[in-house]
């Protein structure tokens, strides 16, 4: 889905065009949530994980250290992804953080 690039507007934007739930991948660790849909926070930066694990819902710096494989990580994200469709909540519906923002428009002439 081609949205915005402004972390919040995106993620508006995504459920707004009908997604149940989405993925977002940061790597600053963006402190965001949706109140229609939940959101899956996941990050391949170890600091970022280490540093914001109380907001990242799921990381893949494993695969660079070697400590895990893509494969191992990718079954267990699609895992994860199921548990949240059957209703798992989300570290942002757990500390209840949602945000919704859309971009102004303007028309000129």
Same mark, same amino acid.
């Given at each position: 889905?081609?949205?915005?690039? #402004? ?23 963006? !402190?965001?949530?949706? !109140?229609?849909? !939940?959101?899956?926070? %996941?990050?391949?930066?170890? /600091?970022? #994980? ?10 893949? /710096? ?27 909540? %989300? ?10 923002? %859309?971009?102004? %428009? /303007?028309?000129?002439?």
């Amino acid at each position: 889905m081609n949205t915005s690039s #402004y972390d919040i507007v995106s993620v508006t934007a995504k459920v707004a065009g009908g997604c149940q739930l989405v993925v977002f991948t940061t790597g600053l660790g963006t !402190p965001l949530g949706n !109140p229609v849909a !939940p959101v899956i926070k %996941v990050t391949g930066n170890k /600091h970022t #994980y280490e540093f914001l694990n109380d907001i990242i819902d799921f990381s893949t /710096h494993q695969s660079i250290s070697g400590e895990k494989s893509l494969e191992e990580l990718s079954d267990e994200l699609f895992k994860f992804i199921l548990d949240v469709s059957n209703g798992k909540e %989300v570290i942002a519906e757990k500390i209840g953080s949602g945000y919704v923002a %859309v971009n102004q %428009v /303007h028309s000129c002439c």
